[in-house]
């Protein structure tokens, strides 16, 4: 018997279905194995998804550097935020490679329009591990800033790096009184820990600067 016309338009609809439920998945597992990893960030970024941006970035090579910084203007607030979480995430996996990002890093730190956007690029700025006189000086502005939001921010980041040991610009001293009160909780809480050694190191270089 014939196949009727339906019943081949039916099998033909049926196996066609069949095919994007399975192609589909595969699809997409290539792209996201075998596709460049700049570009699976553009997607991540242009659709913000911020955890997958995050790792994505962790892993990406230098190529991502361009990408990272044309979305960190986007004229999106959200978009920056997310793309500075991302941005984070490749500094802290790419340190000797970073500068341009630490670069845009601070510029969104002092200038960009959105709170949000500067805080959470103040508090990105953490990923830099190491001897920076650009952070120094993002630092030393914004713990002149009139925002205590802004203030706050940028101390907690001058104390986490001088709390690591990580060298800082000597210009920062104009600004050890505003430390001090939190040495003397430091000291009270856990007087032995590193980090607290370290800023009181810090401090008494400032003074004996001060003195001569």
């Known amino acids: 018997m ?3 016309k339906f019943y081949l338009k039916y099998n033909r609809s049926g196996l066609g279905c069949l095919l ?3 192609g589909t998945p595969v699809a ?4 996201w194995h075998l596709a460049p990893s700049s570009w699976i960030l553009r997607l991540e970024l242009q659709n913000q998804l911020e955890r997958m941006a995050y790792d994505t970035s962790c892993s990406a090579g230098p190529e991502a550097i361009p990408l990272l910084q044309e979305y960190l203007a986007h004229q999106n607030a959200n978009t920056r935020f997310i793309t500075v979480s991302a941005t984070g995430a490749y500094i802290g996996s790419h340190q000797e490679s ?3 990002l630490i670069t845009a890093i601070c510029n969104l730190a002092l200038h960009d329009k959105s ?3 500067r805080l959470h ?3 990105t700025l953490r990923q830099v591990f190491n ?3 650009e952070v120094d000086h993002t630092v030393l502005e914004l713990m002149n800033h009139q925002s ?3 203030r706050f921010e940028a101390r907690e980041l001058l104390l986490i790096r001088i709390g690591r040991g990580i060298e800082v610009s000597t210009e920062l001293c104009t600004i050890r009184e505003q430390l001090k009160p939190a040495l003397e909780t430091a000291e009270i809480a856990d007087p032995d820990n590193c980090a607290v050694k370290n800023l009181k190191t810090f401090l008494e270089k400032c003074d004996m600067a001060q003195e001569q």
């Not at 997409?28 to 792209?31: A, P």
């Open 20 to 22: 994007l439920i399975i």
């Open 28 to 31: 997409l597992f290539l792209f």
């Open 115 to 117: 709170l949000k956007v």
């Open 98 to 100: 970073s500068q341009p």
């Open 148 to 150: 205590e939001a802004i």
């Open 131 to 133: 001897t920076s006189t």
């Open 121 to 123: 690029a103040i508090s």
């Open 2 to 4: 014939k196949p009727s």
